[in-house]
Antibody
Framework: QVQLQESGPGLVKPSQTLSLTCTVSGGSINGGYYWSWIRQHPGKGLEWIGYIYYSGTTNYSPSLQSRVTMSVDTSTNQFSLNLNSVTAADTAVYFC????????????WGQGTLVTVSS | QSALTQPASVSGSPGQSITISCSGTSSDVGNYKLVSWYQKHPGKAPKLMIYEVNKRPSGISNRFSGSKSGNTASLTISGLQPEDEADYFCCSYAGSNPFLIFGGGTKLTVL
């Protein structure tokens, strides 16, 4: 059973960079899947941030593309999210997930981690 | 593109059936057979319940079914059980701007 676990600071100051890592267990990150980040603002619905393939190919949401960078580390079976120039509007629960090769079906999710942007 | 529209809450008694709707547009739900549904219990990871409108992943009860008509997708849960009480989200492929969009979520209460 594939499991994913997000890790990173729970508090980030405005204008700084939000950095999160997702550790994948129970399966290889090289396995032909897409690795996604999705967030949920407090009391709101989910928002797709983007995904990365193990080769490094990415697809980002147009609304966040100018501030987002994703990377993958096959040696540690981890992938990461960097979101720069954050504001309070980036306060959310961030989920990492494994997506099927179509890139559309998000089949396994982490539990999510709350990141608060505040000074 | 705007988020998909779901009712904020639905409720039902054990054994009953309920349906949760997910309304989109001809650019997303109406244009692709690529709607997924997720169940989320508090503090737990979301769980895939339905994909590609009406397909169930291995291990998901056949009490859960999905359908689509025009720009609206639906999730039906039959024979409601207490453990079905959770939040449910729909998701649709939306092309490239953005790639995926989600609904606002529906809280299911089993009375």
């Amino acid at each position: 059973q594939v499991q994913l676990q997000e890790s990173g600071p729970g508090l980030v100051k405005p204008s700084q960079t939000l950095s999160l890592t997702c550790t994948v267990s129970g399966g290889s990150i090289n396995g032909g899947y897409y690795w996604s980040w999705i967030r949920q603002h407090p009391g709101k619905g989910l928002e797709w941030i983007g995904y990365i393939y193990y080769s490094g190919t990415t697809n980002y949401s147009p609304s966040l593309q100018s501030r987002v960078t994703m990377s993958v580390d096959t040696s540690t079976n981890q992938f990461s999210l960097n979101l720069n120039s954050v504001t309070a509007a980036d306060t959310a629960v961030y989920f990492c997930a494994r997506t099927r090769p179509s890139g559309v079906v998000v089949e396994y999710w982490g539990q999510g981690t709350l990141v608060t942007v505040s000074s | 593109q705007s988020a998909l529209t779901q009712p904020a809450s639905v409720s039902g008694s054990p054994g009953q059936s309920i349906t949760i709707s997910c309304s989109g547009t001809s650019s997303d739900v109406g244009n692709y057979k690529l709607v997924s549904w997720y169940q989320k219990h508090p503090g737990k990871a979301p769980k895939l319940m339905i994909y590609e409108v009406n397909k169930r992943p291995s291990g998901i009860s056949n009490r859960f079914s999905g359908s689509k008509s025009g720009n609206t997708a639906s999730l039906t849960i039959s024979g409601l059980q207490p453990e079905d009480e959770a939040d449910y989200f729909c998701c649709s492929y939306a092309g490239s701007n953005p790639f995926l969009i989600f609904g606002g979520g529906t809280k299911l209460t089993v009375l």
